[in-house]
DNA sequence: CATGAATGAGCTTTCATTCAT
DNA sequence: GATGAATGAAAGCTCATTCAT
């Protein structure tokens, strides 16, 4: 180290530190206050405990966001925005078989948010959608239909190239989705209450999900099952 | 009994009728109940509405049940209870093909509770399970193991059978699970926004899902699919 | 007293109590508001301080006012509605000079609205007019343009009959206006802070206002006014 | 002083820019304050917004006044300095007719003070003379005791004259004084709502009371009226 | 039994005030 | 001196719960 004023040197850093505490804190706000209402739901969470958790006051919570509800907003915007561009963008140059690809999608979902706290938005949206309907309109629009539209895609493709039998695209695209979306749901509900026989080991559920969906929507050379009427006799 | 007393009887049907009406109150609080907490959450539905919804005074619902967190568990205990003997006896008799068996619960489960207020405690117990765990272990207990063995006998049946290729059961259920809880709790939350593109037909929906499903269990002269090396390149 | 249940009365007079305690609560919390109101300012005035005053809990207060801006408003219009009316029909039946019935309609604001409690709110409405522009316009509607509509109609009729000198009426009504208006704010403001010389005896200063008013409206060169007999018919 | 360094003379102006700057800072935070006071009351008035409009950080505000209430004492103090002792000694060798003299006195008070910012710190004594007594003497004993008595002159002056009728002084001077402080208080609450008909013009509100006062003090070829008396007989 | 007026703990939100930089 | 991020006491308002009737 050459010649440096010490006091300078503290005071600098000092002041970095405070600095980065400032820049810092909207980010442990948005963390604590995901982790909490995913736990507890966004009513029954209190405003003072997400900010002892970001380790700040009352106070300062409201400094950054100015309600409860507002920071509800930024916390589902924080976790989902921009995500799907650089998705569209890495299946546009996908390489390989159709299969291999819903594969990959139900693997990198799985990795980018199932398994992360991100996941935990998905059950609060199901919980608080009826109270927060501009939430969740706004949910629909970033959300639902960009991973609708992606998927959509991916079995189009299928279709297309003759991998897959033809299929209702639009309900075909919950084939995939709802095996996903409630494994998230589950993680953050009756999964995690420590009562036996209610864990879900995630990798195994995924493989035995995506093999049963491919051999579902594979093309066949004999067509699977007869048609069924109505229920009852 | 011999010849009785008409005013007695008269007497004896008014008692009965107020009991009666005694007896249904609880009743219509529990529906009352239902109806908001799935609407708005536990937190959000205020003891009053409910009160209101059912016809009663505020006080008359504290009469019944000590406080609103027993109010709860009592909704959810009234809606889950024995449905599954009745259900084992008809399955313990069923006639047909496994296939024809599996699409006979799902489309059972959707009438008897997937379409009815009943559908609305998977959602209650998905948002508020980690509030109430002494709850989410009643619910396993009472509705998600009994429900995963039912399921895990149809798939065994028609495994033994060789109508569906041999699975790990334990999670072969949740191939059957998941798209039906997860249309349960749709219908609750962001299904009912109003948002465009939101809403989905039940019908179609279970149809394709079935279908799917079907095909993805059934015993296949050539195997479906290679498999996948780690995400990424 | 005849034959009667004396369980029956105490329990009759219980409730009567109660029902009365009922209709009264809003008169009581009306009551305390404007006492304090008028002492604090509306801002300093805390909810949790009417009540007590008031003997009931701050939960009491919602009870009859969704917020303490909607208490504001109905203390505003507890103590000026419907004066109006009375009063106009009084003066529309004045026998008398037109000195004496200025005289009678000063002496008959300070009976009714100067000397109570309701003086205070023109106080109120000075202190808060610009944070309530709503109620500053509702005020104006009520309470203003009434008065000044009244004295109008005095001026004109001392201008008419040749008792007043002709003036601008507009401008004339605040000639007797603004000294009653600012008796009524200073009794409330700098008139009761107990500093020696700040007291203003309010009989002289109606005294000695009326009759500088008076000579000042009066025609020259004939004298203005006889005397007058004591308020009322 | 003879020839003078320059850098001396450069420094000595910085520095007595900065201390004027410096001096400054209370002069502008003052300012600031009795604007938003006088809009908004006390209360309703934030400390920050103080500082915003003065141009200066929240903290610096603390750095001058030690608190919001000793910046109100400030605020107050600092709009009523000795003015009176200049407006003395121009009524000593004031030339003319008592009556002109009283004219003068108006228009100067309106020039100097009503229609200033000076004049809302009436409206704000008004307003929180209940909360701030210590100030309410203050203001008792430098604007309304010197007030008083510089009008008590002038009306002495033309009593003693002639021109004036004799009259209780002490009263007389709030026949004077109640429709210029009236004055101020509307200009600051109700007359700045924006509502019709709730503007009062200045300069014609000044000349009516003026003509009328003057004609109710002036002496008279026949007394107007004995009556002084309590009401009624 | 049923009622609903009353309660007060508890929550969100505000803002004067402090103090490290 | 000046700053503004942080604080936490205090206020408005809600609502589960009680209890006299």
Redesign the interface.
Known sequence: MPASCPICEIAANVRAKRERRKDARPGELLAAALELFV???F??TRAEEVAKRAGVSKGTLFLYFSSKEELFKAVVRENISGRFTEWNAEFDNFQGSS??ML??SI??WW?RIGSTKASGIT?L???????F?EL??F??HEV??PGNDLLRRVLQRGVVSGEF?P??LK??V??V???M???A??K???G????A??E??PD??IT??T????????K???P??TN?G??GP
């Open positions: 736990e507890k739901g009513a029954a299969a291999d594969r990959y693997r990198a990795e059950k949206m199901m919980s608080e959608a009826g109270n309907p969740a309109a949910y629909q639902i239909q039998e299929l209702d309900y075909g919950y084939v989705l709802a095996p979306l409630f494994l749901m589950w953050h509900s009756l995690s209450c420590g009562a026989g209610m879900i080991d195994h559920y035995v999900q093999d049963t969906i491919l051999r579902g929507l594979a066949h050379p004999a699977a099952s069924l109505p229920v």
